[in-house]
């Protein structure tokens, strides 16, 4: 399937490297004016009124009452960080420093355009919630934004790029035909939600997407794609650059800004690298917090109330049991390094 990318220009391991720590070192330069900047527009969180079935949140509110007023929005720190890297790159090669720039149509312009379109739909989200005329964008139009990002990529996928397969670990490829329209979209959807509702504590949604970016650097530089490895990279150094200064006690939050355009542009890459099989787990966190959402509200549901988990997301359940959040947050990491692992192993045997 990655034969419809071009794998050309290539990119050293090194250059990779020194991109990565670009991106690092712009996001910790900009930090404090970025930091500033929101303090002194009073751009900051205004916590859930209501659980997503419209309850009171009595959990989170024990736990997260301290963090009224954080600055949030800190997505674009992480855009700008990776955005003025990128850019960088091309300067670089214009003035003959480096022989090719990371703006590369063929492996670059998609997850950059996923980045723009779902940190702008991010970005009115985050909005709407800062000003406190609502929780945030209804459910609807928020959706309907996100089923025409992914339909117009599922479409260029499918009728420009010819992508007509999915790469099953240990059996090779499977011919979906127009199925993979539908596949496509559930995949950006789906991720861009995950990463999104798993952006409830200190750090946690941060370094489970530098672990799962790293990942699919590895298997798209051992894939030939350099270009995209490189893309990779930098959305690593600008993660952990935010990273920095979002673990626990946060500074501020990256928002729907960050966790919708980065969560989407994870399964896009996850998409062009023919490794959609191994998203969930390179992703594995991910995926337990929206099943356990998911599971929530079904049990609520057809059960007349009752919940499986004292608190949806499951990092909140946990929280529930006082591991303190701090102890929830290494934990995952550790699970989702672990797992990211195994997904690396699985893409480059299966």
Known sequence: MI??????????????????????????????????????????????VETIDGR???????????????????????????????FGSRLFSFFGWVENSLLQRGQVYLPIFTLLALGTLGVVDDFINIRGVKKGLDWF????????????????????????????????????????IPIFIFILIGTANAVNVTDGLDGLASGLLAIAFGSFGVLAYLSGLSVLAAFCGVCVGAIAAFLWHNIPPALFFMGDTGSLALGGTLGVIALMIDQVLVLPLIGFIFVVEMLSVIIQLTSKKLRGGKKVFRAAPIHHHFEALDWGESKVTMRLWIIGFFAAFLGILVGIVG
């Open 3 to 48: 034969d419809f990318i071009p794998v050309r220009p290539d990119i050293s391991l090194v250059a990779i490297l020194g991109y990565t720590l670009l991106a690092f070192a712009i996001g910790l330069v900009l930090t404090p004016w970025f930091l500033a900047f929101l303090k002194k527009n009073n751009l900051g969180k205004q916590l859930r």
């Open 56 to 86: 009171d949140p009595a959990i989170f509110r024990k736990y997260h009452n301290d963090k009224w007023g954080t600055p949030t929005m800190g997505g674009l720190l992480i855009w700008g960080s990776i955005f003025l890297t990128i």
């Open 141 to 180: 139009p928020k959706l309907l934004f996100l089923l025409l990002i992914a339909t117009a990529g599922a479409l260029w996928f499918s009728l420009k790029l010819g992508y007509n397969e999915v790469h099953v670990p240990f059996y090779g490829p499977l011919w979906v035909g127009y199925w993979y």
